[in-house]
């Protein structure tokens, strides 16, 4: 009898607090990676096709609401609820400059030509740090209507794409201006925003329903009713014909991008899932939960002898020479602690 084919996930411990976050690197001459923030304050980087954990950044004294990193993969970012948002060396871990806030920080984003580091928080202000001047004041967007939730650049890093906690809708900020130059009206407050990898479409989430929009002309393209409230969705960076989305049933399914049938469901999470994102390649997609896990799982269905599930702790066999320069020098302030 054959046996059943199921998608069994390479499983990232070391978190000990809810995953709020993920986000993947673009591919480097030295793969890609992705940095996962937590309710933990402890943002952690691994490599992003074996999960394996590459460092831990060290110093923030609240729970980390966001992370990213820069095109290259050498600078990583923080927003946090110790009011501050905090620039990091990819490297060693060493933390490189911390911006003062005056209140909760939920959002930061690099720009494409990685110069700058915009964040928004409960302050409902737009901040843009110029990173080759880390001691020169930010320059501040309008006043958002609503505090931020998310943050993301797009049309080569002349528009910043804002969402709010407590009301619906996308704004898009012309960053000369620092004006509101076009809003995407939701129902529900958007949990997630993305803008895909050829920068064609803005893909959302709010409420129970995932949203499409043309990131040109800013028209809704498609919009699905999902089976339950979801707080995040993400599209194939490759084929643009599939996305995956979660939410709070804890399970992670794909849908197909053209009809919105479902395509794959995951199981494997023990508590409502907060982040999914496909890797650059489109051949995997990870999820972060409140179970503090983070799981990645393989965009077509295997056989579960041929993956076992992982603890990402160093056990693939690639994964060594991959990321020895990554790990060589990154400092783990904390004596003694496992991951």
Known sequence: MEKKKVAVPLVCHGHSRPVVELFYSPITPDGFFLISASKDSHPMLRNGETGDWIGTFEGHKGAVWSSCLDNNALRAASASADFSAKLWD??????????????????????????????????????????????????????????????????????????CTDIGGVRLWDVRSGKIEQTLETKSPVTSAEVSQDGRYITTADGSTVKFW??????????????????????????????????????????????????????????????????????????????????????????????????????????????????????????????
Request: with cysteine; proline share 4%; glycine share 8%.
């Open 90 to 163: 990819a490297l060693t871990g060493d933390v490189l400059h911390s911006f003062e806030h005056k209140h909760i920080v939920r959002a930061c984003a690099f720009s494409k030509d990685t110069r700058y580091l915009i964040t928004g928080g409960f302050e409902k202000i737009l901040r843009v740090f110029d990173l080759n001047r880390l001691d020169a004041a930010p320059t501040e967007i309008d006043k958002s209507p609503g505090s931020i939730r998310t943050l993301t650049w797009l049309h080569s890093d002349q528009t910043i794409l804002s969402s």
């Open 214 to 339: 043309d990131a040109n002309h800013f028209g809704l393209v498609k919009s699905y009713d999902m089976p339950c409230n979801i707080e995040s969705a993400s599209l194939d960076p490759k084929s643009c014909n599939k996305f995956v989305a979660g939410g709070e049933d804890m399970w992670v399914r794909l849908f197909d991008f053209y009809t919105g049938e479902e395509i794959g469901c995951n199981k494997g999470h023990h508590g409502p899932v907060h982040c999914v994102r496909f890797a650059p390649t489109g051949e995997s997609y990870a999820s972060g939960s409140e179970d503090g896990t983070i799981r990645i799982w393989q965009t077509g269905p295997v056989n579960s002898e041929d993956v076992n599930e992982s603890n990402a702790a160093g056990k693939s066999k690639q994964s060594v020479e991959e990321v020895a320069h990554k790990i060589e020098g990154f400092h783990i302030n904390r004596e003694g602690k496992n991951h």
